[in-house]
Every structure is written in C-alpha cells, then in structure tokens.
C-alpha cells in the first residue's frame, strides 16, 4: 500500500505563489499518473494537473501558464509549482497517483489547503 502526504499549502496573497509537494510512502515507479485536483465547498472535485510517467503533462485551461507540475522519482515526490495565484484558486488540494503496477489503482492524499486572498 502506498500513502500519499501533501504539504505546502496556506494562506497567500492574490498575485503570489506557493509551491505544493507530494510525498510518497513507497516508490512510484508503478504510478502510471499522477495529478493534482482541487476542491471547493459545494463543487465536485477537479484535475488541476497531471504528469505520466513519460513525463507527458495536462494542465486545465484555468491554471495553464501559471502552474507547473513535475515529480521527482528519486525522492518519489510530485511538486505542483503555483504562480499568479488568484482568489479563485483557493481551495483543498489533493495529490492523486494512478498505479498499474504494485499497488494497483487510485491512491489519494490527505489534501492540503491553498487560499489565496484578494
């Protein structure tokens, strides 16, 4: 089994940036995927920005130019790098791993919480 930990989030000004990590308990060679989603109170959970492992990479349309995602085999983390941050982009943040080998299926985080003040 394999435990996902987010840290990084907190309270920012709009305009600012923060940088998200996810790290692994085991190794994510397995993880086909892994993304980043988002949460708000009263809407559904939604893909912020995912990377495979051939380092293809997917970014919404509401955070593409201003967020980056990369992962770091070696200390089996996943970093989502958070520029320009708008008041619209507060919410919990969860990391995501999409296994196909090992521990097969979908593994979430705890999330961590971003908010962005205007």
């Known amino acids: 089994q394999v435990q996902l930990v987010e840290s990084g989030g907190g309270l920012v000004q709009a305009g600012g940036s923060l940088r998200l990590s996810c790290s692994a308990s085991?190794?994510?060679?397995?993880?086909?995927?892994m993304g980043w989603y988002r949460q708000t109170p009263g809407k559904q959970r939604e893909l912020v920005a995912s990377v495979t492992n051939t380092d293809s990479t997917y970014y919404a349309a509401f955070v593409k130019g201003r967020f980056i995602i990369s992962r770091l085999y070696a200390k089996n983390t996943l970093f989502l790098q958070m520029n320009t941050l708008k008041p619209e982009d507060t919410g919990m943040y969860y990391c995501?791993?999409?296994?196909?080998?090992?521990?097969?299926?979908?593994?979430w985080g705890q999330g961590t919480q971003v908010t962005v003040s205007s």
């Open positions: 995501k791993a999409h296994f196909i080998a090992g521990p097969k299926g979908d593994h």
């Open positions: 085991g190794t994510l060679i397995g993880a086909k995927t």
